[in-house]
């Protein structure tokens, strides 16, 4: 069984394994990011006592509110944005890694983010 994410600093860790990415912030407050690209994927959130967000497409979002709702979820503040909420607690560690890499990989393959002045 895999060692559960069960904080920001252990999500964070595991996102920073990950190719290509390194530590920023978002709100002033820790996130991770695709050093090409600028985009940043996985953040403290709204939810910071329990969960942690990722941004990926809202169709992810809703098969994975769907089929596993005690894990991923939705304060009103992202209904209806691409961003998930993901609960320390999960039964299924496994699981939020694999989605913790789709939400890299979704960051990955879009195009950099344009700064206002650049």
């Keep these: 069984m895999s060692a559960p994410l069960d904080s920001f600093q252990a999500a964070e860790a595991f ?26 994927f996985l953040y403290t959130g709204r939810e910071e006592d329990t969960s942690f967000a990722l941004a990926l497409d809202l169709d992810t979002i809703d098969l994975l509110k769907t089929t596993e709702p005690e894990t991923y979820w939705q304060s009103p503040h992202y209904e209806g944005w691409p961003a998930v909420l993901v609960r320390y607690d ?13 939400a890299h990989e979704q960051a990955s393959a879009k195009k950099p983010v344009r700064r206002r002045g650049r």
């Design 15 to 40: 996102a920073l394994s990950l190719p290509g990415t390194e530590r920023t912030t978002s709100y002033n407050k820790p996130a991770v990011r695709i050093a090409a690209n600028g985009r940043t």
């Design 90 to 102: 999960s039964p299924n560690p496994e699981r939020v890694r694999t989605t913790i890499r789709r």
